[in-house]
């Protein structure tokens, strides 16, 4: 088990709220990225098949995360545990422009995961009418074609300054860097997984592998952030981490169905490179996902809850009913 330390770590421990993934381009925004509009249209572009979760990918206290959907009259949301707390009772959850109250708050094993649940009780509106998220089994393996959401931040810089990306270098060569800033909306990215590189230590060859960092152990799965070169910048989709997007969702194609796969967790600036300022994306970085697979059971029993003891009762009373009979 490897632990990230936290020198190199630019984790989003106890950040504040700003909106919008980092996207390589004039400025770290690409083309926008930031309407379910442009998402369409490079999905169709790059002949796959529409994303039906734009309503599920949400704000969730001062960082990302997902609605999940609905079991029975409960509502469930998930976010890095490492953002903010809400509060239960009293905090608001926004989904599809409706405000829930926050009934519950649930870690998920030792995970940097935390759960939420929303609806079911008096006074609550009704839960969204939005698909629920489908859930990968199934860990990608290296090379896998990824779609990122998250609400990071990016200072709009000017031509030719230290935080305007379009003279941006590959790291060492006299890098600039994309740096953090003020919120802004919730943005749409793309990424491919890597096999874990050997500057970072632990499972070094591996699409996976499990970290310590701070009281959380998880299972992670990786990307790095490649600079696509200025001639491409204006169609760029390549997406790294700022603050506030942890807890963001990533999603995988399996066949025709786009699957939860990770959450955004944990950026990692490449030695190599050893001036990059604090709060500021560059190329060569790596990004760290929460790989949903090893944590599917556990989100799944408190989404599908077990019966509760007054049900049980009955069901067992029931069993002996017949069998008196």
């Known amino acids: 088990m490897r632990h990230l330390s936290s020198t190199i770590l630019l984790s989003f421990l106890g950040c504040s709220t700003a909106p919008a993934l980092i996207i390589s381009g004039p400025n770290g925004t690409g083309s926008g990225n930031s309407t379910q509009g442009s998402l369409a249209a490079y999905l169709s572009g790059a002949g796959s098949p529409a994303f039906p979760y734009w309503d599920n990918i949400i704000q969730v206290s001062d960082s990302s ?9 409960y509502g469930w949301v998930t976010t890095a545990a490492h953002a903010s707390p809400l509060s239960v009772g009293s905090s ?3 989904v599809s422009g409706t405000n829930y109250v926050v009934r519950d708050s649930q870690l998920v094993g030792s995970a940097d995961l935390r759960m939420y649940r929303i609806g079911g009780e008096s006074g609550d509106a009704a839960l969204p ?14 090379g896998t074609n990824l779609l990122d959401f998250g609400r990071g931040s990016r200072v709009e810089g000017t031509a030719n300054s230290a935080t305007n990306s379009d003279i941006a270098l590959a790291p060492g060569t006299n890098a600039s860097y994309y740096e953090w800033g003020s919120a802004s909306t919730m943005r749409w990215g793309t990424n491919t997984t890597i096999n874990l590189p050997p500057w970072v230590g ?3 060859g591996s699409p996976s592998g499990t970290f310590t960092v701070g009281p959380f152990t998880t299972n992670l799965v990786y990307s790095s952030f490649e600079d696509v070169g200025s001639g491409n910048y ?6 790294n981490f700022a603050t506030g997007d942890s807890g963001g969702g990533m999603f995988k194609l399996n066949g025709s169905n786009w699957e939860l796969s990770g959450w955004n967790l944990y950026a990692l600036a490449d030695p190599g490179n050893p001036g990059q300022p604090g709060a500021t994306t560059g190329f060569g ?24 003891s007054g049900c049980l009762m009955i069901a067992l009373g029931g069993v002996l009913l017949r069998r008196r009979r």
């Open 65 to 73: 995360g997902v609605y999940l959907g609905a079991s029975g009259a």
């Open 92 to 94: 608001i959850i926004t």
């Open 129 to 142: 009418g939005i698909p629920n998220v489908l859930l990968a089994t199934t860990t990608p393996v290296a």
């Open 202 to 204: 632990g499972p070094t």
């Open 234 to 239: 204006l169609t760029a989709t390549e997406a």
């Open 285 to 308: 970085n790596m990004a760290f996902y929460g790989n949903i697979p090893a944590v599917k059971s556990g989100i799944e029993l408190l989404f599908v809850p077990e019966p509760s």
